[in-house]
């Protein structure tokens, strides 16, 4: 199995701004202040694909132990701390979103694109910087960073083009339903593994593995 981003690359980038507190100030008014305390966590491949070999289509749940496991919005919300009520994230996309031409061609897009005219993690990562100011720019540059290195991690290194739509009003990021969003992506992603034969197992990993560890620990 191959796995594209490690949670290490958003700790890090965490470790490095948590001496501008200002820039901590603004990840936590976004509601991310439980990222903040996440550990340095190393994915495990070999038990995420076990884990994910056991998926089971009609209930959406793990066939863990000879039972069947399903992860809630309240257990993303006691392991990520992330909000689980609020807006729809991938309704509020799709309601929002311009043609792939007209978002792309956007001076706001463009403001967070590389010259390749994508949302490239490796140039999103270089606008994190605590020289720079805790603006809206720094704001939207760590919501779409997060997204690709976690929330719905992707098999590449850019994101879809379309999340520029969820940061494009700063005001309502912290209104968003991120746990639900960061929980749907990563079972649609265990679905596209079993039914597709697929080798990556996208999304938020991080909460695929501690969920069976912590599963495993309350047996």
Known sequence: MHVT?????????????KASQPHIDAIEAMGF?????????????????????TYQVSNRGFN???????????????????????????EYINENMKSKDGSRQSELFN????DKHKLDLTWLEKMLDKERPADDDFKRGFVLFMIGCILASPTGNDIHWSYIEVVRDVSKIPQFNWGQFTLN?????CLSYKNKKERTIKGNLVLLQVS????DQNL
Request: contains cysteine.
């Open 5 to 17: 981003h490690s949670p290490t690359r958003l700790f890090n980038v965490i470790a490095a701004l």
């Open 33 to 53: 202040g439980g990222l903040i305390q996440m550990p340095n966590i190393s994915l495990r491949k070999g038990m995420i694909q076990d884990i994910a070999d």
């Open 64 to 90: 863990l132990c000879g039972q069947v496991v399903t992860i809630h919005p309240d257990d993303v919300q006691n392991i990520m701390a992330l909000r689980i009520t609020g807006i729809d994230v991938d």
């Open 111 to 114: 403001r967070y694109a590389n």
């Open 185 to 189: 992506h990563l079972l649609n992603s």
């Open 212 to 215: 069976s560890i912590w599963y």
